[in-house]
């Protein structure tokens, strides 16, 4: 039996980016559907005192989010996870810094025009992109970031993870996510990070 999964993500997170590599393993070990949604770091945070660092991530995530929400506009959710496996895979993996070059190479990488860099400073995009987040907010709490999944309409944050597990690896870490998820007095485990992002 199929297991419908949603996947919140801000392009910019690199945890939500290793998350987003293993689901992708578990969708070839498993009966599983995902549909990809934004979540936005700088709508979480607009009310927090940052360090002067994340004002400048925060732009990009912006940059990056309008862009893939004016292309779902166009083409739905058929080209949410290749623009964003093209953007973050520069981002997280390549080590390249947030650009026009940037995207315009990812747009190309997916087939699509370069028209829509023209969107990466158009803020009408931002109520779109709030609402997504909050979709996926609305199902966690708002102490938590992300990656955010859902399955069959139970959404948790996580699983954080590093580096993301392969083959039914990856099927046997989703198989007791799904378990815990499942019980609806399950809220949270949690130990401290030894590691930074790996991505392999």
Known sequence: MQTKAEFWFDPVCPW???????????????????????????????DREMPEK???????SWSCARIIKSVEKD??????????????????VLKEAVSKDLLSDSLKEVGLDTRYLAEMENSDWDKQIIES?????????????????????????GPVISPAPKGEEAG??????????????????KRSRTVGPIFD
């Open 16 to 46: 939500a980016f290793i998350t987003s590599r293993w689901i992708l393993e578990v969708a070839k070990v498993r009966e599983i559907e995902i549909t990809w949604n934004i979540f936005s770091l700088p709508h979480l945070n607009k």
């Open 54 to 60: 994340y004002k400048a991530i925060f732009a990009n």
């Open 75 to 92: 083409f739905g959710k058929e080209k949410t996870l290749p623009l964003y496996s093209a953007i973050s895979t520069r981002i997280h």
């Open 133 to 157: 987040h909050e979709r996926g907010i609305k199902l966690v709490g708002d102490d938590v970031g992300t990656p955010i999944i859902a399955i069959n309409g139970i959404g948790f944050f």
């Open 172 to 189: 046997k870490l989703w198989d007791g996510v799904v378990l815990s998820a499942s019980y609806p007095g399950f809220f949270e485990i």
